[in-house]
């Protein structure tokens, strides 16, 4: 083993995307992935790194620094560790529903492991955050990473806060961290709650998709497994105390994803329903992703006219997945969010 990394929430979807990717490129890396297994934590989503050497699961709550110091103690103190951090409430609507788990997970959670990481020693943190915290822009221009942080919703600003906690750190102590800053991700093992994995999952039923508004807002897409490799570049050679935006040059509007979904699928566009806006929703994201493209060499792999297909054939061949993920408590948040 050369590297020890904890990484938090690795049983969410970015999370375990980028546990599989380590896996796969880093394999002398040793690896430890805290979580607290919410309603979107899923060691479904890790069967494969079950009983892998190096890599070892402890199921807590970053906002416990008893349960984070249990996951230094499974790291080991004969490497350096590092941490990648990127467990999170992340979903807007549940936050405008109740912002308290976003204040407690994103905000306090991020303090906890702040604290713990700085009194440990830790090598390198890298503070997984979104271009939400940025928010909406007009029909032109882009998010650079001197946008000033102007979040919109409950979650955005639960994220923007923890952003400011983490600088603080750096500023205030000299803590090695780094902030990347993503825009929509999309891939394998999304919780089905997010747009596209909600759409293919209701498509391929014949249930109506419910598009918010008038289905104009525009998000920047980026295939999860090109979202994994910036944050391993940042880890690596990223240089602390800066932030670095990560996009994909892919912007769409909402209904425009609904329709390719549609027409690979082969089903009719009467699917679609056009249902209440969400509350304070953000009307486009752009990311100028300049600054890792120039500095450290990353730009992402995936064109969207590749990766859509694979995720969504990827969503058929998991039929069981996505039927346990849907079970129980995703019934009643779904009856609640969309009255049906
Ligand atoms: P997710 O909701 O799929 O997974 C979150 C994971 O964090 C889950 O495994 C959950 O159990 C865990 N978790 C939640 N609270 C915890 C706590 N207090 N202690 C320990 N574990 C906890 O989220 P995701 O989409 O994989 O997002 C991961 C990170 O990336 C988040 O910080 C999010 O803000 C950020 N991000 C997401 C996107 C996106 O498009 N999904 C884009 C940019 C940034
Ligand atoms: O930009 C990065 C962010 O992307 C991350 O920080 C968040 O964690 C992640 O959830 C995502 O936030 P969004 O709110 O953009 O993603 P979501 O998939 O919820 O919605 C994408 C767009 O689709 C948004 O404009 C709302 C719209 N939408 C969403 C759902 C769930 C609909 O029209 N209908 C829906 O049912």
Known sequence: MTRTLIVTGGAGFIGSNFLHMLAELRPQWRTVNLDALTYAGNLENLTALEGREGYTFVHGDVSRSEDVERAFEAAGDDLPVSVVHFAAESHVDRSIRSGVPFV?????????????????????????????VYGSLGPEGFFTEKTPLQPSSPYSASKAGSDLLVAAAHHTHGFPAL????????????????????????????????????????????????????????????????????????????????????????????????VADRPGHDRRYAIDAGRIERELGWTPRYTFEEALPLTIDWYLAQDEWLQRVRSGAYQSYYQSQYGA
């Open 104 to 132: 407690q997970a994103n905000m306090l959670g991020t303090q906890v492991l702040l604290d713990v990481c700085r009194a440990r020693g830790v090598e390198r943190f890298v503070h997984v955050s979104t271009d939400e």
């Open 179 to 274: 902030i990347t800053r993503c825009s929509n991700n999309y891939g394998p093992y999304q919780f089905p709650e997010k747009l596209i994995p909600l759409m293919i999952a209701n498509a391929r039923e014949n249930r109506p998709l419910p598009v918010y508004g008038d289905g104009m807002q525009v998000r920047d897409w980026l295939y999860v497994r090109d979202h994994c490799e910036a944050i391993l570049t940042v880890l690596e050679r990223g240089e602390c105390g800066r932030v670095y935006n990560i996009g994909g040059h892919n912007e769409f509007p909402n209904l425009e994803i609904v329709r390719r979904i549609l027409a690979h699928l082969g089903k009719p566009e009467s699917l679609i329903e056009f």
